[in-house]
């Protein structure tokens, strides 16, 4: 298998994909802008004040490139932008509101990326995940058919080339049935992005009925709507984590799955649990765990760990300008 970033950097390459990093009074967004630009994997577009911007951008020695850079509070056409927002929120916020906002420079970025000016955005070095996903469900919203946004994990491990998908680790607390179930269906089109062939393992504490509580019930309904929503997948549940991952395990209990003992996306019953075994994998288990991944809107908006490093800024982002490229 081929490296996970070696494939993802040739899909991206001259695709000339815009992506928006709202944070340009951070060196750490500098530094993997400055990489990307330089790569010729991503155009960025640098949000802050332009003089600040360049100014960083030298020191840190990255000033031989012609950088894209927008100050929020003095766009030419920051008119146009209020009008549109106002339009897009329907009543919900006057023309004062528009002001307001959009000097937050992730409504800034959202919008940007809303009026086919950028075509994605990475945010969340120095903002919540709160502050980084709200304009984007306020403005870009969810796709057709899919009720919320969800977070996934991409646990890689390049000396090895085992890599999975976790979900959601990052957005909804308890989700329900049918949440649960849409969120199976949209990481199963979040794993074609890395060349992963989903088969899909709906997490538990029971197996195949082992155990019996309104938690184990909401999965079982959960499998039984994935299926209906996309009963070309490949989905199996509820699995315990042992007897969807272990061939030896699954062949005393869930002999008759396609997916048990072999499966490479894991849906968590719930945010604390999926939480807790995606940390779990990347501390004890030394994967790199990249993301979290927002899926379901209809264009994409990354959100990054507060403590994370350029180097974890490079790769989210390549893998929002990927999004971008099968969004296309």
Known sequence: MRSLFGTLREKVASNYIKI?????????????????????????????????????????????????????ETYSDL??????????????ASLEDADRLLRDVNYFGVMLVKMGLADG??????????????????IIKTKPGTSRT????????????????????????????QELAEIAVN???????FDI??????????????AKAP?????????????????????????????AFVPETAAIKAPNSEVAGHANVFIFPDLQSG????????RLGMFEAIGPILQGLNKPVNDLSRGSSAEDIYKLAIITAAQAVDAK
């Open 79 to 92: 008119g146009a932008m209020k009008e549109k927002f106002v339009e897009l929120r329907k009543g919900k």
């Open 197 to 210: 062939d989903p088969k899909i393992a709906m997490l538990s504490f029971s197996t195949m009925g082992s």
């Open 215 to 243: 938690q184990v019930e909401k999965v079982q309904d959960a499998v039984r709507l994935a299926k209906e929503m996309a009963p070309n997948l490949k989905l199996d549940g509820e699995l315990q984590f042992d007897a």
């Open 20 to 72: 928006v990093f709202p944070e340009g009074d951070d060196d750490r967004v500098l530094r993997a802008a400055a990489r990307l630009k330089f790569e010729g994997l991503v155009d960025p577009i640098i949000l802050g004040d332009k003089q600040d911007v360049h100014d960083s951008l030298a020191r840190l020695g990255f000033a031989d490139q012609d950088y894209k850079v927008i100050n929020p």
């Open 187 to 193: 990481t199963a089109e979040t794993a074609a992005i």
């Open 275 to 282: 939480n807790i075994g995606y940390k779990i994998a990347q």
């Open 150 to 177: 969800s977070g996934v994990f991409l646990m890689n491990r390049e000396n090895t080339n085992e890599r999975y998908i976790f979900a959601d680790c990052a957005i909804n607390i308890d989700p329900n049935s």
């Open 121 to 138: 955005m990475v945010s969340g070095a120095n903002h919540s995940t709160a502050d980084t996903v709200r304009p984007a469900l306020q």
